[in-house]
């Protein structure tokens, strides 16, 4: 089928920005490149969600690439938190599958919205304690921080909670085509302990496998349109590469707060898309 | 075992299969792409570009497979590592994985 070679560069651009973006916030992209699909493109959610698994896949791998190579990325973490994730993926996915689109697009923006608030909350209550975190209360870690040049120690807590939470985590990335980043961030770094930077980059690392199990069971179902398949990794893969490349030099507190403005703005068109509400539209 | 401790982990092999899966799907991408917008499938009589597996276009399959081979690959690599040096319990995680991701690949297929 042949497709207009102005929709190819629109669908290129979109998911070079949303790989960008995910792979500076640990995302996946998928937050970014569902909404712009389904917005821009008035494309039907669940075609949107199963391209998003493509494209978050993409992502995981690129940016995954820049992390483990700077040591940043904690694999055994990622193993443990993986099985829960995958197994909630595929909840998810097979929920995803018999939901209204209008429902997923609410739900979208809610989840988005609570993980905003979640965020924010932190940024206001944790302060120097989130910098200097609890050590010696648990399983004693470490990595190199590139914006201060020196070894940040940190103590992974709460190991049982974790890996419970990333099932939850995993269920609506299958639901929402997300990856899962999106609540894996905020599950190791809030509840883990984990410093935001290794919690980004542990999730774009196990994303690549909860986002391949909701793209086998979208494409067994017949929600990927193959023809677009082509400009959305390219896009991803060269905005992944740029994110993460962009996210060393970045400090925790900046990131943070381009996570809440981010997830914020998406959360409302999400939200008021699936109610019908037509709000600045480009 | 700290972070930087867990480079050992078969990280460089890990790194290096992902890196050439992503390359391939990337070539096969560009490629298509360009096929696409230059109009040369129209000219190019090929049993390349015309091939077709899964109703997904020859170009675009191999970009996908190379896809899913990075998850399944870096899972084999971690879960070998894992046994290797006595972690069992990672091990049989990972490989439990490996598994689920190859079922859902085979109703496909199948």
Same mark, same amino acid.
């Given at each position: 089928?042949?497709?207009?070679?102005?929709?190819?560069?629109?669908?290129?651009?979109?998911?070079?920005?949303?790989?960008?973006?995910?792979?500076?916030?640990?995302?996946?992209?998928?937050?970014?490149?569902?909404?712009?699909?389904?917005?821009?493109?008035?494309?039907?959610?669940?075609?949107?969600?199963?391209?998003?698994?493509?494209?978050?896949?993409?992502?995981?791998?690129?940016?995954?690439?820049?992390?483990?190579?700077?040591?940043?990325?904690?694999?055994?973490?990622?193993?443990?938190?993986?099985?829960?994730?995958?197994?909630?993926?595929?909840?998810?996915?097979?929920?995803?599958?018999?939901?209204?689109?209008?429902?997923?697009?609410? #739900?979208?923006?809610?989840?988005?919205?609570?993980?905003? #608030?979640?965020?924010?909350?932190?940024?206001?209550?944790?302060?120097?304690?989130? #910098?200097?975190?609890?050590?010696?209360?648990?399983?004693?870690?470490?990595?190199?921080?590139?914006?201060?040049?020196?070894?940040?120690?940190?103590?992974?807590?709460?190991?049982?909670?974790?890996?419970?939470?990333?099932?939850?985590?995993?269920?609506?990335?299958?639901?929402?085509?997300?990856?899962?980043?999106?609540?894996?961030?905020?599950?190791?770094?809030?509840?883990?302990?984990?410093?935001?930077?290794?919690?980004?980059?542990?999730?774009?690392?196990?994303?690549?496998?909860?986002?391949?199990?909701?793209?086998?069971?979208?494409?067994?179902?017949?929600?990927?349109?193959?023809? #677009?398949?082509?400009?959305?990794?390219?896009?991803?893969?060269?905005?992944?590469?740029?994110?993460?490349?962009?996210?060393?030099?970045?400090?925790?507190?900046?990131?943070?707060?381009?996570?809440?403005?981010?997830?914020?703005?998406?959360?409302?068109?999400?939200?008021?898309?699936?109610?019908?509400?037509?709000?600045?539209?480009? | 075992?700290?972070?930087?401790?867990?480079?050992?982990?078969?990280?460089?092999?890990?790194?290096?299969?992902?890196?050439?899966?992503?390359?391939?799907?990337?070539?096969?991408?560009?490629?298509?792409?360009?096929?696409?917008?230059?109009?040369?499938?129209?000219?190019?009589?090929?049993?390349?570009?015309?091939?077709?597996?899964?109703?997904?276009?020859?170009?675009?399959?191999?970009?996908?497979?190379?896809?899913?081979?990075?998850?399944?690959?870096?899972?084999?690599?971690?879960?070998?590592?894992?046994?290797?040096?006595?972690?069992?319990?990672?091990?049989?995680?990972?490989?439990?994985?490996?598994?689920?991701?190859?079922?859902?690949?085979?109703?496909?297929?199948?």
């Amino acid at each position: 089928m042949r497709v207009e070679i102005l929709f190819l560069l629109y669908i290129l651009s979109t998911s070079f920005i949303a790989g960008m973006i995910g792979s500076l916030l640990g995302l996946g992209g998928g937050i970014i490149l569902v909404p712009a699909l389904t917005i821009l493109f008035d494309m039907p959610i669940h075609e949107a969600i199963g391209l998003s698994f493509i494209g978050v896949l993409v992502n995981s791998s690129s940016s995954s690439l820049v992390y483990i190579k700077n040591g940043i990325t904690d694999i055994r973490l990622s193993s443990i938190l993986e099985i829960g994730a995958v197994i909630g993926s595929i909840v998810g996915a097979y929920t995803a599958l018999s939901t209204d689109s209008n429902v997923l697009s609410i #739900i979208f923006g809610i989840v988005l919205g609570y993980v905003a #608030i979640d965020m924010y909350r932190k940024t206001r209550t944790m302060k120097e304690n989130d #910098i200097k975190r609890e050590l010696n209360s648990g399983e004693e870690r470490e990595y190199f921080e590139e914006s201060t040049k020196k070894m940040v120690k940190y103590s992974l807590l709460r190991k049982k909670e974790g890996i419970i939470l990333s099932s939850v985590g995993g269920i609506f990335a299958g639901l929402l085509g997300v990856g899962g980043g999106v609540i894996f961030v905020p599950i190791m770094n809030r509840i883990m302990n984990v410093p935001i930077k290794v919690a980004i980059a542990t999730s774009s690392f196990m994303i690549g496998a909860t986002s391949l199990v909701g793209m086998l069971i979208f494409f067994n179902n017949g929600f990927i349109d193959a023809v #677009i398949v082509s400009p959305i990794i390219i896009g991803m893969f060269f905005g992944a590469q740029l994110g993460s490349r962009i996210n060393m030099g970045l400090t925790e507190k900046l990131l943070t707060n381009i996570f809440i403005l981010v997830v914020i703005y998406i959360a409302f068109r999400m939200f008021t898309n699936g109610l019908g509400i037509e709000v600045f539209n480009i | 075992m700290t972070a930087i401790d867990e480079r050992n982990l078969g990280e460089d092999l890990i790194l290096k299969m992902m890196k050439l899966l992503l390359m391939i799907s990337i070539t096969m991408s560009i490629a298509s792409v360009i096929i696409e917008i230059s109009f040369m499938d129209q000219y190019i009589i090929s049993a390349m570009v015309n091939a077709s597996l899964l109703g997904i276009d020859l170009l675009e399959f191999l970009a996908i497979l190379a896809l899913f081979m990075i998850p399944v690959v870096r899972l084999s690599i971690m879960a070998i590592e894992f046994c290797k040096l006595g972690n069992y319990i990672n091990g049989v995680t990972e490989s439990v994985v490996l598994i689920i991701i190859l079922v859902l690949a085979a109703r496909i297929v199948i």
